[in-house]
C-alpha cells in the first residue's frame, strides 16, 4: 500500500462558498466536509481530506481548508504541509478579500507550483468568466502562481473537470518529494479517538518517515509513545513518509493532552521553545509595525500569540525583509527553514512570513548584536559547514558538544562527524565529543603553558603543576583545558605526574652544570638518608641553597622521579620502593595483614617517619586501613607489580 502513494500532497485556498469542497468532490468523489456542522451549514470550518487516484494508480492527497476569515488559522494548519496549491475562484465573484489573503499565504509558505481553477462557470457567460481569469491573473502576479496554469471547470456539470484531473497530476509528478530520509517530524492536524484503536493522530510529515513499533516523541508535551498502526488514503500501510498524509494509531497517548499545533517526532532529535528566530518579509498590503508589536506566530499546525522583536530598526513596514525574534506566550516545536506566517493579534490579517533561522528561548539580550547574529546565520544559509562555523563562532571558547551541533543544524551526529572532519580549522575533542574551531584551541593551549610558567616562575626546574589548580584558571573554560590536555598528551608534551601533578614534559630540559651538580647532591642525600630522611634545613645545608631555589630542585627531582615526598619529608625514590616491598612480604607472612613492630624493626626507623610511610602507601592502594588494622589489597596493580619484581 504504501508503494501506491504519490508523496506530494494538493491543497485548495480561496475565498469562501467559490466552491473548493465542491471542486474536490467533483474531482476524488470524496467529500471533504466531515463534520455534522459544516454539513447543517454548507460552510468548511475544519480541513477536510480526500484522495484522488491517478493513471499509474497511485494515489495523490487532496486537503481542503476553510475560506472563510473566522477560519484562517485552519486554513494556516492546513498549507503549512502543502508542495502544490489548487487557488479556487468563482467566476462570478472573482477575487475577493480571502482570495488575496489566500495569495499571500501561499507565497510566503512558498508552495512549489500550483494551479488557478476557476469555478462556476455553468452560471456566467465566457466574457465574464474572462474578467475574473484577468482579474486573478493580475493577483498573483510576483507569487510562486504567478505562472500558474487556469483551468475553467464545473463542478455541477463536470465541465473541465477531466481536463483539471490531467493538469494535476502532470503536474504533481513533476515536483520532487520531500525527502523520506532524515529524522522523522509531523506536525499534528488532527487528534481523536476510535473504539477499539484509541488515540490517533493524523498530519502529513515534513522529513523522515516511521513504521509500526516505532517510538515517537511528542513536542513540546515531552510524552513518548509507541506507534501501533499507519493508515494512509483508505488503508493500513507499512510506513509513513515524509509528503503523504497520515493517521498515526498512538493508543499510550493522552488524547485530551494532545492537540493541533504540538509535533510528533523521532526522540531526542528535536527541541522547543518560546523564542523563535526569523527571516521575515512583510506583505505589500501589510502595516506598519513597531518594534514589540502584537502578532499571531503559525508555524506547522500551530497559532501562538506572541511579540514581534525588531532588532536594527523601531519600525518595518509593507515590502520590508528584515531579521527579526519573535517571542510566544508558550513554547513551539519547529526547525530551521521551516516557513512561518505573521498575523496582526486585531484584526486578525495576514502581514507577513519567511523562514525560521532558529528556535530559541526567551531571555536577555542585545538587540543590535542579535541581529548581527542572525544575518550571520541567515548568510551560512543552510551548508551544514557554514551553519556549523556559526554555531562554533557563537559559542566561542567553550566549543559545542556534538549533538548541540546536530540538533542546531538539524543534522545527524554522523553528519556533523563527517563534516567536522572534513573542515581542517575545526577540532573534535573524542574524549567529550565536543567541537571547537581550532584558533580557539591554539590560543587556549597557548594561555594554558603560559599559565603554568607563571606558577613556576619561581620554581624554574619543576615541570609540574597539580591538575586541580589549571582546571580553576579564570581565562579558559573547562571544556578547552580538558581538550588541550588532551591534545597535549596525544603529542607526548604532557604526562600525569605524581599525586595529582599534571607531568609537561618540555620543561624536563638538561640542567645547567652548576644546578645538576646541586641536584645530583640533593638525591644522593635523601638516598644516603635511608629511613630517616632529611630535614629541609639539613637539605640546604648540603646542596647550599635555600627557599624557592631548593624546593625547585626538589620538585625537579620528584618530577624525575628520583624523589618521593612523604608527608613533610623527602625520600630517595629508591628507599620508597624497598618499604614498598618490604610492607607486601611482611603482610604475606601475616596473613596479608600488617604487622606494625616486625616492619618497625626491619626498617630501622621510628614512629615518626613510619607512619606518614603507610599512610603514603596506603593512597597508592597497595594497603588499606579497615577495622584499625592495615591489610594488603591483593588485586591492586601496585600488588601485581611488585609480585612480578619480586
Known amino acids: 500500500m504504501a508503494r501506491s502513494i504519490h508523496p506530494i500532497v494538493v491543497g485548495t485556498a480561496g475565498h469562501i462558498d467559490h466552491g473548493k469542497s465542491s471542486l474536490v468532490k467533483a474531482l476524488t468523489g470524496i467529500d471533504p466536509d466531515r463534520l455534522k456542522e459544516e454539513k447543517e451549514r454548507g460552510l468548511t470550518i475544519d480541513l477536510g481530506f480526500a484522495r484522488l487516484k491517478l493513471g499509474d494508480g497511485r494515489w495523490l492527497g487532496l486537503v481542503d481548508v476553510p475560506g472563510h476569515e473566522r477560519f484562517v488559522r485552519n486554513m494556516v494548519a492546513g498549507c503549512t504541509g502543502l508542495d502544490l496549491a489548487m487557488l479556487v475562484?468563482?467566476?462570478?465573484?472573482?477575487?475577493?478579500?480571502?482570495?488575496?489573503?489566500?495569495?499571500?499565504?501561499?507565497?510566503?509558505?512558498?508552495?512549489?507550483?500550483?494551479?488557478?481553477?476557476?469555478?462556476?462557470?455553468?452560471m456566467v457567460d465566457p466574457a465574464l468568466a474572462d474578467m475574473a481569469q484577468d482579474e486573478v491573473k493580475k493577483q498573483v502576479r510576483g507569487t510562486v502562481l504567478e505562472h500558474a496554469e487556469v483551468v475553467r471547470v464545473s463542478s455541477v456539470t463536470g465541465e473541465g473537470i477531466p481536463e483539471l484531473k490531467q493538469k494535476l497530476e502532470a503536474l504533481a509528478l513533476t515536483v520532487e518529494p520531500r525527502t523520506a530520509h532524515g529524522p522523522f517530524r509531523m506536525p499534528i492536524q488532527r487528534v481523536f479517538s476510535l473504539a477499539g484503536i484509541g488515540t490517533?493522530?493524523?498530519?502529513?510529515?515534513?522529513?523522515?518517515?516511521?513504521?509500526?513499533?516505532?517510538?515517537?516523541?511528542?513536542?513540546?508535551?515531552?510524552?513518548?509513545?509507541?506507534?501501533?498502526?499507519?493508515?494512509?488514503?483508505?488503508?493500513?500501510v507499512d510506513e509513513a513518509v515524509a509528503g503523504h498524509s497520515t493517521a498515526l494509531s498512538v493508543p499510550e497517548a493522552k488524547e485530551s493532552g494532545v492537540h493541533r499545533g504540538?509535533?510528533?517526532?523521532?526522540?531526542g532529535t528535536f527541541s522547543f521553545g518560546d523564542a523563535v528566530d526569523v527571516d521575515l518579509t512583510l506583505t505589500?498590503?501589510?502595516?506598519?509595525?513597531?518594534?514589540?508589536?502584537?502578532?499571531?506566530?503559525?508555524?506547522?499546525?500551530?497559532?501562538?500569540?506572541?511579540?514581534?522583536?525588531?532588532?536594527?530598526?523601531?519600525?518595518?513596514?509593507p515590502g520590508d525583509s528584515i531579521v527579526a525574534r519573535v517571542e510566544l506566550d508558550e513554547d513551539v516545536c519547529c526547525a530551521n527553514n521551516d516557513r512561518f506566517l505573521l498575523r496582526l493579534q486585531n484584526p486578525a490579517v495576514t502581514i507577513g512570513g519567511g523562514k525560521?533561522?532558529?528556535?530559541?528561548?526567551?531571555?536577555?539580550?542585545?538587540?543590535?548584536d542579535l541581529g548581527n547574529e542572525l544575518v550571520g546565520l541567515l548568510v551560512a544559509g543552510d551548508r551544514p559547514e557554514a551553519r556549523i562555523e556559526h554555531e562554533l563562532q557563537q559559542a566561542g571558547p567553550e566549543g559545542m558538544a556534538v549533538d548541540e551541533?546536530?540538533?542546531?543544524?538539524?543534522?545527524?551526529?554522523?553528519?556533523?562527524?563527517?563534516?567536522?572532519?572534513?573542515?581542517?580549522?575545526?577540532?573534535?575533542?573524542?574524549?567529550?565529543?565536543?567541537?571547537?574551531?581550532?584558533?580557539?584551541?591554539?590560543?587556549?593551549?597557548?594561555?594554558?603553558?603560559?599559565?603554568?610558567?607563571?606558577?613556576?616562575?619561581?620554581?624554574?626546574?619543576?615541570?609540574?603543576?597539580?591538575?586541580?589548580?589549571?582546571?580553576?584558571?579564570?581565562?579558559?573554560?573547562?571544556?578547552?583545558?580538558?581538550?588541550?590536555?588532551?591534545?597535549?598528551?596525544?603529542a607526548a608534551r604532557v604526562r600525569?605526574?605524581?599525586?595529582?601533578?599534571?607531568?609537561?614534559?618540555?620543561?624536563?630540559?638538561?640542567?645547567?652544570?652548576?644546578?645538576?651538580?646541586?641536584?645530583?647532591?640533593?638525591?644522593?642525600?635523601?638516598?644516603?638518608?635511608?629511613?630517616?630522611?632529611?630535614?629541609?634545613?639539613?637539605?640546604?645545608?648540603?646542596?647550599?641553597?635555600?627557599?624557592?631555589?631548593?624546593?625547585?630542585?626538589?620538585?625537579?627531582?620528584?618530577?624525575?622521579?628520583?624523589?618521593?615526598?612523604?608527608?613533610?619529608?623527602?625520600?630517595?625514590a629508591s628507599i620508597v620502593r624497598r618499604v614498598m616491598r618490604a610492607i607486601r612480604t611482611n603482610c604475606l607472612q601475616h596473613a596479608e595483614v600488617l604487622d606494625i613492630p616486625s616492619l618497625r624493626d626491619g626498617l630501622d626507623?621510628?614512629?615518626?617517619?613510619?607512619?606518614?610511610l603507610l599512610e603514603y602507601v596506603d593512597s597508592l592502594g597497595l594497603t588499606v586501613l579497615r577495622g584499625g588494622v592495615r591489610r594488603l589489597l591483593p588485586s591492586s596493580d601496585l600488588n601485581r607489580e611488585l609480585a612480578q619484581e619480586a
Do not use: N, W
Open 356 to 368: 525560521v533561522l532558529r528556535l530559541s528561548h526567551s531571555g536577555r539580550y542585545r538587540r543590535k
Open 89 to 122: 475562484v468563482a467566476a462570478d465573484d472573482g477575487v475577493m478579500p480571502q482570495t488575496i489573503e489566500h495569495i499571500d499565504i501561499i507565497d510566503l509558505l512558498q508552495v512549489r507550483a500550483g494551479l488557478i481553477v476557476l469555478t462556476k462557470i455553468d
Open 200 to 236: 490517533v493522530i493524523t498530519g502529513i510529515p515534513m522529513t523522515g518517515s516511521v513504521r509500526p513499533g516505532s517510538e515517537i516523541e511528542i513536542l513540546p508535551l515531552g510524552e513518548r509513545v509507541k506507534v501501533r498502526g499507519i493508515h494512509a488514503y483508505g488503508g493500513k
Open 284 to 317: 505589500r498590503r501589510s502595516s506598519h509595525l513597531e518594534h514589540r508589536a502584537p502578532i499571531r506566530f503559525h508555524t506547522g499546525t500551530v497559532e501562538v500569540r506572541g511579540q514581534l522583536l525588531l532588532l536594527d530598526r523601531e519600525t518595518a513596514g
Open 405 to 490: 551541533l546536530a540538533r542546531s543544524i538539524e543534522a545527524s551526529d554522523a553528519k556533523v562527524f563527517d563534516t567536522v572532519a572534513a573542515m581542517p580549522h575545526l577540532e573534535l575533542h573524542q574524549k567529550a565529543m565536543r567541537v571547537f574551531l581550532r584558533a580557539h584551541v591554539d590560543a587556549g593551549e597557548l594561555e594554558l603553558l603560559q599559565s603554568v610558567d607563571r606558577m613556576l616562575s619561581k620554581r624554574s626546574a619543576a615541570a609540574s603543576v597539580k591538575r586541580a589548580a589549571i582546571r580553576t584558571t579564570k581565562t579558559l573554560p573547562q571544556p578547552l583545558i580538558e581538550c588541550v590536555f588532551d591534545r597535549l598528551q596525544a
Open 262 to 267: 504540538m509535533v510528533c517526532c523521532e526522540p
Open 605 to 612: 626507623t621510628s614512629r615518626k617517619y613510619l607512619i606518614p
Open 496 to 572: 600525569a605526574g605524581r599525586q595529582g601533578q599534571v607531568l609537561f614534559l618540555d620543561r624536563l630540559k638538561p640542567l645547567p652544570p652548576a644546578e645538576q651538580k646541586q641536584f645530583d647532591r640533593l638525591v644522593s642525600e635523601c638516598e644516603q638518608r635511608g629511613f630517616r630522611p632529611p630535614e629541609l634545613p639539613e637539605l640546604a645545608a648540603v646542596v647550599g641553597l635555600s627557599g624557592d631555589a631548593l624546593l625547585s630542585l626538589l620538585d625537579r627531582a620528584q618530577d624525575e622521579g628520583k624523589v618521593d615526598k612523604v608527608g613533610d619529608h623527602f625520600y630517595g
